[in-house]
């Protein structure tokens, strides 16, 4: 819950920044899609954005894993921040998609700093 931002939010001085490290195992199309989602206090999602995915030509079919990051403007109403991880294309009954240090931050973006008196 975001309550403590709740005013910012509100005021639309919020940004989020989604990143983290996304990748496969050599040339398996295996994939991985980092989504953070925006949901309003009556559960309604307001806007999501992603980071991902990483496929097999993006690494030159090696296995690793790349950084990746995106940024989204928090919308007025937003309550709680819903993070979904979805892999996919696996040739198996299990999924060689990668994710690593997956990391969602906010910070206050147009809010001016009132300066200090003089002598302070």
Do not use: W
């Not at 989604?18 to 994939?31: K, M, Q, R, V, Y």
């Not at 999501?48 to 990051?69: C, H, N, Y």
């Not at 990391?103 to 973006?109: D, F, I, K, P, R």
């Amino acid at each position: 819950m975001l309550h403590n931002s709740a005013a910012l939010i509100d005021a639309g001085h919020q940004r989020a920044t989604l990143s983290g490290d996304l990748g496969g195992e050599l040339t398996d199309p295996a994939s991985m899609i980092v989504t953070a989602s925006f949901i309003s206090a009556n559960g309604s999602t307001l806007r999501s954005f992603s980071i991902g995915p990483v496929t097999a030509a993006d690494r030159d079919d090696q296995t690793e894993l790349l950084p990746l990051s995106a940024q989204n403007a928090v919308p007025v109403g937003t309550r709680t921040i819903k993070m979904t991880i979805v892999a996919s294309g696996q040739l198996a009954d299990y999924d060689d998609a990668f994710a690593d240090n997956l990391s969602l931050t906010l910070c206050t973006v147009g809010v001016k700093k009132s300066p200090l008196p003089i002598g302070q």
